[in-house]
């Protein structure tokens, strides 16, 4: 979830200091980002999925805040 709160719409982006191959692996499993490079020059972006997801749990936050 933290993974892609973190992402800053859908161009390529590196993962969040310390997110893990694992984390980023059952993301993409998923469906919900896309994930390219190797290593230390991996990148993602979050799938049309992921974006839903993510505009869904904020409105989903801001309403409990209310």
Known sequence: ??????????DWQ???KGTSLK???????Q????IRGEFQKRQFRLTELGSEYVERDKRRLEARRL
Do not use: N, Q, R, Y
């Open 14 to 16: 590196s993962p969040p």
């Open 1 to 10: 979830m933290v993974l892609l709160h973190s992402a800053a719409g859908a």
């Open 23 to 29: 984390t980023l692996s059952e993301a993409e499993e």
């Open 31 to 34: 469906g919900f980002i896309l």
